[in-house]
Each structure stands twice: as C-alpha cells, then as structure tokens.
C-alpha cells in the first residue's frame, strides 16, 4: 500500500496531524501506509518492538494475558495515537500483546527513526508525553470502571469508546470477541448486550453492532 499525495498532506492519524508542518515533513520519508487485518498480530508479549504504527480507520486492541491464558483489553488505539509506546519511554520491548480489533490502515515507522525524533525534544516530544498521560489516565479509569462497575455499565462505556475512536456508531464485533476485551465470559456478554438491546440502545446481528440511542447508552455507563 503506497502513500498518495493526500495521505502525505492530510494525515488521518491525529497524532501525526498535530504535529508542526517542519516537523511532519522530516518524518514523512520514513512513513509507510500499511494494511491491518482483523486479528493481525502486530506484537507479542516480550518480543523486541522494531515498528511503530499511527492507525487510521483501523482500531487496535492492547491486551494483557495471564498464565492461565484468559485475556484482558487494557487499552485501544485508533486514529487519535499511536501503537508502540514502549519506544519512547526507552524499552524496546512490551508486557502486552496487540492486535488488530478492526481493520484499516496505519502509518508504519521504524521504532529506532521514531525513538531518535523524540530524543531531540521539541514539538514531537512533547505531543508524544501528551499522548501518554491521556492513556495513563485512560488505564486508571478503567481500573476503576472495572473493579466498581457492573458489567452492563462496563459494556455501555466500552462501546462508547469504540465508537468515539472509529468515529461511527456501525462497527464489526462478535460477542466472542468484546468478552476477551472485557475479561468476561460469552454468556456474560450476551446477558448485557440483550439488556442494552432491548432497552433500545443498540442493536446486535451477525457480529454487527450499532449504537441506537447514544444519549441513553452514555446514561447507563460507567463514568468515562
């Protein structure tokens, strides 16, 4: 997948559209458009992290697996950051695994390119620090989104991030699948998804969800 002169001038990713015009165009030689597919690993646990990626219409789950081997989502990123945050707080591999939830496409750089653009300070150092106080705060809500919630308050809020990220309120996601994120059991999830359901908040067929009533959905959740 190759870059067009739009996709140069107008980054869909917000991390990279905030950046000064200077500073965007000395990175854009090492920027690459690639495809994500639905489940693409893009890293494992412990593995060395040797690329960083800034999703567009794409959206990727980081999860943390126990040894027992059940799952647990503890952030997401789309267009609004970036995936490989352990580069630039100086280790070169991750404690989490991340894949891609929804497909799309994502800016590809080298870890060491980006990691030597944030040693030298300036603008893109100090969006990048932004960045990672906004997930730091996003962990510790949903730390405590879910050790206090229930889990239809958590679902609620869940599928408001969701939506907030792609910028739609039609996404693809099975049951099975929002379950690892959560950390619950299927039968859990279908529980709480028929009451948003039938309270008329959402509607679920064939893996499709889509919001129906926002304004009753961001009610019923959790704080965000």
């Not at 458009?33 to 959206?59: C, D, H, N, R």
């Not at 789309?78 to 404690?95: A, C, D, R, W, Y």
């Not at 030597?116 to 960045?131: D, K, V, W």
Request: proline fraction near 4%.
């Amino acid at each position: 997948m190759s870059l067009d002169k739009n996709a140069l001038e107008q980054p869909a990713n917000k991390l990279l559209a905030a950046l000064p015009a200077s500073d965007y165009q000395r990175l854009i030689p090492h920027l690459k458009l690639v495809p994500l597919e639905v489940s693409q690993m893009l890293y494992q646990a412990g593995e060395p992290i040797t690329q960083v990626y800034f999703p567009e219409k794409s959206m990727v789950s980081i999860v943390t697996t126990m040894e027992d081997g059940s799952t647990a989502e503890v952030g997401i990123v789309s267009n609004e950051g970036m995936v490989g945050i352990p580069v630039i707080l100086g280790n070169k591999t991750t404690t989490t695994t991340s894949f891609v939830q929804i497909a799309g496409a994502a800016m590809q750089m080298n870890a060491d390119v980006l990691r030597a653009e944030f040693n030298r300070g300036g603008a893109i150092q100090s969006l990048l620090l932004h960045y990672v106080q906004a997930v730091y705060s996003e962990l510790a809500q949903t730390a405590a989104c879910n050790r206090l919630h229930t889990l239809e308050e958590r679902l609620a809020r869940w599928l408001l991030t969701v939506s907030e990220r792609l910028e739609s309120e039609d996404f693809p996601l099975t049951q099975e699948f929002i379950s690892q994120m959560l950390g619950v059991r299927r039968s859990g999830v279908t529980v709480a998804a028929s009451t948003l359901s039938r309270a008329g908040m959402i509607s679920y067929h064939r893996g499709h969800i889509s919001i129906l009533n926002q304004e009753d959905l961001e009610a019923t959740s959790c704080e965000t």
